[in-house]
């Protein structure tokens, strides 16, 4: 993998989001282990369209081994609801097929997902849909659990009431 190959993979996705209408932006590299720029997303992921912030970051882990990293800033503000969060997260992410849910900080609900880059790859086109496939899951993802994760965190339901309607599943 080369800074050639990562620029054509994410030159590929931001086209692919820009073509559905999302916004997006190059933001600067933090440095060692990112390759890279990291490409920013800005779209809404559940029915009650909620906009979310995806933010992908080719990582290197060691020679010839590299994760993209997919993530998803879905509330940077946690509300009344974080004690039934706290709750609820084991739950959602012991049914999350792919990735997990998480609390960063003081109150930045997110899901995190890392894609292991095929080390035989030979373009950035084939790199970026393996990538694009991935956010097409996760997106899923988000819609079923991300809504209800969202609804917890800002006080307006219960890990009980989100299993009681069907929402989430009970352990």
Sequence with gaps: MDISMHDEMFSIMKEEFEDLGMECALAPSEGEPQLGDTLRVLMAVTEQASPAILDLMLIQLWDGAYILQLYWTLTLSIGDGRAELEKALPVINFFCPIGSFGVFGEGELY??????????????????????????AIYTVLDNYGAAAISIADGSLTLQQAQDEGILPVL
């Design 111 to 136: 899901h995190k997902y890392g894609l292991v880059i095929r080390e035989d790859a030979e373009d950035g086109a084939a790199l970026a849909k393996d990538a694009l496939n991935a956010v097409a």
